[in-house]
């Protein structure tokens, strides 16, 4: 029992000696490759911010044309917060793809007011395909109503008094209760 024991004590301590590295302090265990401190490119330099490099895009990356007219909006309770629903009427047939975007760039899922608690939005949507009956049919109001909706969670809608979503031709502003 006692050799087995002893073992096990003389290989913990050559492997503790293998992640001490060859330096002493810390900057010689960092080098280490048994040292789990510097697996995952640890470095002791922390970043500045927390932006993304180059910044939040300031522009519609992925094309979206805003679409033609906000026909209404309307505020839906959640037990997580509120829904915003929107409905437009676009241009042609065929839009697709439609979604809320804020007018000022912010992270995903991080919404929030300007400093008078007015929050601006705009409905934007791909086109239909050059060449095809939609992109040459205008939108009937009876079918082709589109219907957009954002949800905001109890800490997203704590400073926010007032909603304005923009399309192409006009814009719609609705005050939170």
Known sequence: MRTITFGLLTTAALVLAGCGGSGSGSAGSASSGLNPLGWFGGSSEAPSTLDPEGGYPTENADNRLPVAQITGAKWEPLYEGGMLTVTALPRTKGWWAMK?????????????????????????????????????APADPRSDTATVAMTFSHEALSGLRQVVITGANNSVSISRR
């Open 100 to 136: 809320l975007i804020t007018e000022v760039p912010m992270p995903e899922g991080r919404i929030r007011p300007d400093e008078n608690g007015v929050l601006r939005l705009r409905l934007v949507g791909l086109p239909p395909l050059a060449n095809t009956f939609e992109a040459s």
